[in-house]
């Protein structure tokens, strides 16, 4: 595992000392890593600055050439990358494989974008007034500070650093310290592509130690941050001074939806996905499940089933289906959670503790509860954990009420088999993106991004790119 920071292109010890990786599973420590601290900061900060204006000029053609080599060596690495990501994530190996695959789709795909910015560089603009010529050009905003947590490492930083790195931007990332071991990789990834010195900096470390020096360096253009919403609002906070542009990809609190007329074998797999995947570690965690009365019991019937089938244990166990929480923190703050909803009045269906033959790591049961007050902390705030809230409703309209009535609103999910309803129902859902019928399928040529406290822009898609540039217009007298 790698343990130094990534600056200029070179490998440093940093400023910071060390800090723990742990394997989840165990609660053991299996690594260290070096942390940075103010003093890398202002050097990364540096090198990237001095890379930018080299960088910007590249065209889209030679960036696309860089980018494609990091998606290659992430191909070719795929398996290696996804057991470590299993053991310092803790997720079953099955869906490391899947977030290897998203990140170097994800770079390919933006070198795809990257080509055509060479014909987009000077693209005319009609204006009413016939003596007067106009083009418009995309630019990159400049020296990029990149914020990501631990709980889809090297996805997250891909979802960024790509895009960063079309546009033409240079880049100062700083992992999660948890487990920054698989996104220094991209590191030697960029050193074997032979990314120019300075493009792309990797800085693992706290808070305090990193985050916040980076995002309050004046010679930081953009702060693209991806975490919970009081780190995110601390953020948009540092980014008023200087006006930084922010991108903030923070919390949500999600509904399934689940009409009487739904295939409920099917719409039990769909809510079990949805919230037991990643450990239920996902902002985008379907935690609310509304379900038509009627259907109630026998959707609750299957999906208890479905939990209690679930094979927790270390990610790299191949009959793991539900691996462990990501950190020992994290733990405790779901079994507090599960803990104050019940003293607000909800009930355990299944679940609700620390698993009996797993006392050693950080387990949670696969919990399910009912009755939880709609103004309580379990039914409105985000858990990050597999913990379900079910709900019942009469009706359409009282169930969009209740999907809509959230302070997030990042994803949802229609469960119905009528076709026109499953259409009004997502036109009414107050969220970035909508499901039907499906898993919660996230391509990277679609946008990703929230409503309301979940956030503000959108990665992924074009709009990720443009989410790293500037516009000018360029208006002259038109030449006869």
Known sequence: MRDQLFINGRWTAGTGGTLPVCDPATGQIIHQVAAGGPEDVEAAVSA???AFPSWSRTSGAARAAFLDAIAEGLRAKAEELARLSSRINGKPLAEARVDLADSATTFAYYAGLARKLDDQRNAPVELADPGFDAVLRREPVGVAALITPWNFPLVTSAWKVAPALAAGCAVVLKPSEITAPLDLELGALAQEAGLPPGVLNILPGTGDSVGTPLCAHPKIAKISFTGSNAVGERVMAAAARGTKRVSLELGGKSAIVVFADADLD?????????????????CSATGRLLVEASVMQPLLDRLTALARGLRLGPGLEPETTMGPLTTRAQRDKVLAAIRQGLADGATIVTGGGVPA???????????????APLDSALWREEIFGPVLCV??????EEAVRLANDSDFGLVATVVTGDDARAERVAAALEVGVVWIDCPQMVFVEASWGG????????ELGPWGLAAFQEIK????PRRV
């Open 48 to 50: 990237a600055a001095a």
């Open 266 to 282: 099917h719409a039990a797999e769909l809510a079990a996905s949805g919230i037991f995947t990643n450990a239920g570690q996902m």
């Open 357 to 371: 033959d797993r006392a050693e790591g950080w387990f949670v049961e696969p919990t399910i509860l009912t009755g």
């Open 391 to 396: 709900q019942p409703f009469a009706d359409e």
């Open 451 to 458: 409503w309301r406290r979940s956030g503000v822009g959108r």
């Open 473 to 476: 217009h360029v208006v002259r």
